[in-house]
């Protein structure tokens, strides 16, 4: 199959090198957040407030598993990883790469945002030991671990695209 699965903290970026790279590997872009939003009709804000974490697990499951079933450029939520289901429907797609940002590079990208429910009202401190919670996580899927801060998304995007076919060939 054709698919890449593109993992990483909030704010690493993967919605942004997902549609570069789904443009250059002319596959569609899922954007798991993204198609949950206009699936359900309703903000990720608004499922945490109302119908709380579990239930948007469970949404976001049921999303990665059918975007699993594609030829595509996935681009996940930071808390994908979470899951042990997750992690191992993920064992199964073609490509899962890691997109490393340091503390510095996504708080200073998550600066006044308001559509993270997770990171509303949280000081620098508790973000840092969320992020340093999951790197394991992210580690432990990936098949390519990429180190972004340096990066232009065009760069990151086409690192990933080479790994890919590089890859494939080998397979
Ligand atoms: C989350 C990350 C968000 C979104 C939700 C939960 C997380 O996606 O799925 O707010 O648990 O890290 P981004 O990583 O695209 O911000």
């Keep these: 199959m054709n698919q890449i699965v593109l993992t990483g903290f909030m704010g690493a970026g993967k919605s942004t090198v997902g549609k570069i790279l789904a443009e250059k590997l002319r596959l569609p872009l899922i954007d798991i957040d993204t198609e949950i939003q206009s699936e359900h009709q309703i903000s990720i804000t608004e499922i945490f407030a109302n119908l709380g974490e579990p239930v948007f697990r469970t949404i976001e499951h049921q999303t990665l598993t059918s975007a699993l079933l594609k030829d595509a450029v996935i681009s996940t939520g930071g808390g ?86 590089i890859r494939k060939e080998q397979a």
Excluded: C, M, W
């Design 80 to 165: 994908i990883i979470l899951s042990n289901d997750n992690r191992s429907i993920l064992e199964s797609a073609d490509f899962v790469v890691y997109l490393k940002t340091s503390p510095n590079t996504f708080l200073a990208r998550l600066k006044g945002d308001t559509t993270r429910p997770l990171i509303q009202e949280k000081s620098r401190e508790e973000i840092i030991s969320l992020f340093e919670s999951r790197t394991k996580l992210y580690e432990g899927v990936a098949h390519l671990i990429l180190e972004t801060d340096e990066l232009t998304p065009e760069e990151i995007a086409n690192q990933i695209k080479q790994d890919f076919e």
